[in-house]
């Protein structure tokens, strides 16, 4: 199994700040890393498929970079609807696995 | 708009059975594989099952491997989960989501249904 390791576990920014969340895999997964966004009691959200790809409606302050074993997720200039939680998620082999979340909170 | 909705989710005691249910609309449900997530009060997210479009295929973590079924009915574009032998560690909110047509990702998520496993 390959186990996703996110970091850090919170992230305490302020609005307009650059947010910068890592993920890494214990092995390589390719580009086959996808990130969602999680909004307390609301269905997460997909926000890059294949390391870098936004998806579709996805605001461009959100880009994904990595390949291998090394993945970022980067917020360009943090709004207030985006101070949630990240989770990463390897989609290379099974099981089909996910980090264990970036709560990005208000500073 | 594509739309998924869970449903089924309760209180049942340890060892009982439970079954989920995911309607969906919006999209060619046959095509595309299905998945099952859930997460543990507190916890993250946890891939559960996923079912390829025809049902032929179904993969499972190992910690429900034996105990949960998954399965689809493609003319009433409904996905279902049927869990025996629940354990106090299955309690979670429970998610259905669409799966990408090419990769393992899931493009589209429902709101979740709650399991609560307890005596």
């Known amino acids: 199994e390959i186990v996703m390791t996110q970091s850090p576990a919170t992230l305490s920014l302020s609005p307009g700040e650059r947010a910068t969340l890592s993920c890494r895999a214990s092995?390589?997964?390719?580009?086959?890393l996808a990130w969602y966004q999680h909004k307390p009691g609301q269905a997460p959200r997909l926000l890059i498929h294949?390391?870098?790809t936004r998806a579709t409606g996805i605001p461009a302050r959100f880009s994904g970079s990595g390949s291998g074993t090394e993945f970022t997720l980067t917020i360009s200039s943090l709004q207030s609807e985006d101070f949630v939680v990240y989770y990463c998620?390897?989609?290379?082999?099974?099981?089909?696995?996910f980090g264990g979340g970036t709560k990005v909170q208000i500073k | 708009e594509v739309q998924l909705l869970e449903s089924g989710g309760g209180l049942v005691q340890p060892g009982g059975s439970l079954r989920l249910s995911c309607a969906t609309s919006?999209?060619?449900?046959?095509?595309?594989?299905m998945t099952w997530v859930r997460q543990a009060p507190g916890k993250g997210l946890e891939w559960v099952s996923t079912?390829?479009?025809?049902?032929?295929?179904?993969f499972f973590a190992d910690s429900v491997k034996g105990r949960f079924t998954i399965s689809r009915d493609n003319s009433k574009d409904t996905l279902y989960l049927q869990m025996n032998n629940l354990r106090a560690e299955d309690t979670a909110v429970y998610y259905c989501?669409?799966?990408?047509?090419?990769?393992?990702?899931?493009?589209?998520w429902g709101q979740g249904t709650l399991v609560t496993v307890s005596s």
């Open positions: 989501a669409k799966v990408n047509s090419g990769w393992w990702f899931f493009e589209s």
């Open positions: 919006g999209f060619t449900f046959s095509v595309h594989a």
């Open positions: 079912i390829s479009q025809s049902g032929s295929s179904t």
């Open positions: 092995q390589s997964v390719s580009s086959n």
């Open positions: 294949g390391a870098s």
């Open positions: 998620q390897q989609h290379n082999s099974w099981p089909l696995t």
